[in-house]
Structure formats: C-alpha cells, structure tokens
C-alpha cells in the first residue's frame, strides 16, 4: 500500500458527519476554520491557477503535496493542504493527509484531530488505517483505539448522512427510490422502475457470485460482502440516475469529455454510478468486489489488471450451469487489429505501465489489450488459477509476471507468443447489423438504460410488439445497448424465429414485460 495521500482521484465530493464513540465525541470544525484555512485573497493566487477549473487545481495542489511530503518538507505540504480544503472542506482526503503530516512531525494532538476530520468526512479504508507507517505516532492514543473500536457504527452512520445528503439531487418527486442491502452493504438510489431495478439487483448478485466463484482463490477467508476477521465492509452506493441527471453528473466531473464517460465507481468515496444496467454496471460493480478484495489483502493491483478484470465481464454469457462465460468483444477487435499491424506492445511492457499512462495514453488499445489477456485465461480456465497465484507472490512481483510463469511454466515471451496465436484464431465480433446479417423486423434506438427502445411501428411483423416498447432480452440473451443486439443477433440467420422479452411503458411510470415471438429478416443493402 502507498503511504500518505493514497487517494489519486481529482472529483471527491464529502459531506461532513458528527458522530459519537462511547465516550469519545467526533467534532467539527477540526483545529482551523475554513475561515482560517483560506489560500489568501484572490490577486494572490498566480493567473495561471486563476484559469484552472477546481478539479484541475486540486490535482495540481494534490502533486505539490506529494512531492512536498516525499522530501519531508512538511511546511510546504501543509500549505498545499489547506488550499485543499479550502477548495473542498468535505472532501476527507486532504485532512487524511493533514493527520499523516501532522503526525510524522510528532505533533499528536493535530493528527488525531484531522484524522478525526478525515474519518467524518467518509474516510472508510480501515486497511490502510492499520497498516499506513505514517499514522504510527497515534496509535498508542485513545482517539485512535476508539475509531477502531467504533468503525461499523462510524461507517454506518456515515452512510445515512450521505444518502441523506443525496435527497436533495435526486428526489423521491422525481421518482427516485432509496434501498439498501444489509448483507452486501450496497445502499441504492435508483430512478428505474420496480422491474428493472429488481433486474438491477439480481444481476449484482449474480456478479458478486461469479467473482466469489470463478475469481476468488478457492481458499479465500474472505468472501464478498461482510469480513468479519477485519471489522465491517464499507457501505457503497449504488446510483442509477434517469438519463438527464446521469448528463448532469457526467459533465460536472468530466468537462467536454462526458460523452465517453458510461459509469464510474469511486472507491475512496465507495459510490458507484451508472447509466445503465448492462456491460457499464457490470463493469463498475467488479471494480466495487475488486476493491473490496484488495483492501483486505493490503495490496493495490496495477491498472492493467484493474481494468482488464473488469472489463472482462462487460461481454457475458450465462452458462448451463449459472456460470459466467466470458466473450470475444469490440475491444478483442482492437486487440487484433494491433496485432496484425505489428502494434501490439509485448505482455512485459503492458505489465510495466504506470496508471497514468495505461488510462491516458491510447487508452482504448491498454483497456482492449487487458481483457483480451483476461480472456485468453478465461478461455483456458485458468482465470482463477492465475489470480492465486498473482496474490499469492503480489509481494515479490505485483506486475503480474511471475504469475503467468508459474501458471504456464515457460517464460514470459513464450506465453506472449502463445498469447498471440490464440488472438488470431479468434473471429472478429459484429459490433454492427451489416447487409446481410439478421435483423430485427423492426428498428431499435438506444433507451434509457433497461433496454432499446423501439422507434419505427412494426405492424404484424412484430407480434404485438408497438412503439416505445422497451426490448431486454432475445432468445434469453440480454440487450441493454446496440451493441449488445449486433453481437447477439450475430448468432442468428435471417429467417429463424426467436423470443424477443420486451417491456411497455404504462402509466405511473410502470412497465408491463411480455414476450413476443418474431422473425428475423435480412439486412438489406
């Protein structure tokens, strides 16, 4: 685990809590006012920080902070953090690091009060509160013990004041409805009617059964949801947005790039958003068990793993058996189209990206890359052998090298190689319906996350299907998006009937599934 400042994330939103612990009372404000943390009049701050957005300037003051702390000049580091907080006084990140500061100076009596501050304000990483170097001068006093000692009141009472907080946004008038699953510790907002969000939550469980079974090491003590053996889960919270306020969020925390953006789980503020309930929630929610996993190892996995797990379950199957059967994909196409074009980097030096440079430099091709790795172990059924073995020698090797030697027995060149030939006898996935293929007998839209939407009137062609009917499913096969309809309707040939599962909308917001069966046609030219 990093030491001080392990939170890397530029968007954090907290929201202060007061709670008590036996005799010990938590309180605001911690040792300054915001009054008395503020950066200074405007004209003192340089025009280049003038133009920056908050986000912006709270990664560059997280930087300065960093390398401040690192070269021990703890005077610099402070100042940097109380900018921080005066940007952003609820986020608990920059006071987490005011208690590592303030602590590492000898000065206890500040770091158990901003460590106080920091676990009011959401701090839930109870890993990294036990085992974090740089918090050891507190631990002999009584505030830290009685955090400790109250954690699972502390975390639940922090996630009623942030779902409280939450009414305000998304309100019970706009047809939000509040949840919460005691056993897996998921408290949701959701905007989707009861059928879908009833879908919604049995798709989490059946992710959470799948990451338990065909992840997990066999051996593992600690198995999604509660750990008894260190203390109480975090609460997340699940947010599934109507699509305007889904807009809202994106565009608040990504500027001009919010069209890319699907979903995002925030780990330090244990919130995950999504703006539909297929591959972007799958996707998001493994991150949640992922996380979860790491936090109770003490280990941080590099981002090629992080994102090719998870991207690995965006494309699935059910099998026989209830099982996941993990699929070829639009990113195995990149990954096979860098391949032939002799773009493809070798295995060791994916395996050596720093985060930045996995999430910012081609992206789609390290994301792509990932999986396509993820699922050639998959297809081997060697996905949880591997990953025992990855944490299991985490210690001597956290790139994940050593794993696939030991796993395959030959060094790692060769299991690129054998890597590579089993990328080209792969077929490449339809992401489109090209002329030819099977259709549906009608045309399809993106909808509001549940399904696609249709858009053009069938007449008897679509068996009691009409406009605004929402399709889920086609032969069993759930549909959430496009691209989940061209890859399913890939398998079919024009002519052959299958059972399309549909939803139509109803007053009061409600939606009445059927099933239809209907007649796939050709795509024409």
Known sequence: MDSCGPHLRSVWRRAALRVALGALALFQPPVLSLAQMSPGPASDVPASEERLTKGQEIEQLRKRFLDAFKAKQFDAAEEALLRWIALDGRDFVPYYNMACTAAQQGNVDVGERMLQAAVIRGFGDRVKLVSDPDL??????????????????????????????????????????????????????????????????????????????????????????????RGGEPWVIVILPTRPDFQAWAQDAYGGMWERIGGEYAHDERRLIAMDLGSTLRHEYWHVLHWRHMERLGQRHPAWIM??????????????????????????NITKKAARSGGLMPLEALFALDPGTFL???????????????????????????????????????????????????????????????????????VEIRPGMANLPFDVDMGSGDGVVVISYPGSRGAG?????????????????????????????????????????????????????????????
């Not at 059946?206 to 053996?229: A, F, I, N």
Request: with cysteine; net charge positive; glycine share 6%.
């Open 136 to 229: 050891e001068p507190l631990r002999s006093g009584e505030t830290y013990k009685a955090i400790l000692e109250g954690w699972d009141r502390i975390i639940t009472a922090s996630v009623e004041r942030r779902l409280s907080d939450l009414e305000t946004k998304y309100t019970k008038a706009k047809g939000y409805v509040y949840e919460r699953d005691e056993a897996d510790r998921l408290a949701f907002v959701s905007a989707f009617e009861p059928g879908s969000f009833k879908e919604a939550k049995d798709l989490l469980a059946r992710l959470t059964m799948w990451w338990d079974t065909q992840v997990l090491p066999k051996d593992e003590p600690w198995r999604s949801g509660q750990s008894p053996s």
């Open 307 to 332: 994102e090719g797990l998870c991207s690995l379950v965006e494309d699935v199957e059910i099998g026989p058996e209830g099982q996941a059967v993990f699929i070829p994909s639009w990113r195995t």
């Open 360 to 430: 910012r430099n081609r992206p789609l091709a390290q994301y792509a890359h990932a999986r396509s790795l993820f699922l050639f172990l998959a297809s081997k059924n060697k996905l949880r052998d591997w990953y025992t073995l990855y944490v299991e020698n985490y210690t001597q090797d956290p790139t994940g090298r050593v794993a696939f030697e030991k796993l395959f027995g030959k060094p790692i060149k060769e299991v690129d190689k054998d890597f590579r030939a089993w990328l080209r006898s792969l077929p490449d996935t339809a």
């Open 465 to 525: 299907i009409k406009m605004r009917d929402i399709v889920t499913a086609i032969d069993g096969k759930p549909v959430r998006d496009l691209y989940d309809v061209a890859r399913v309707l890939s398998q079919y040939k024009p002519g052959q009937a299958v059972d399309i599962a549909y939803k139509r909308p109803m007053a009061k917001g409600e939606q009445r599934p059927a099933v239809a069966s209907v007649t796939l046609i050709r795509q024409p030219s």
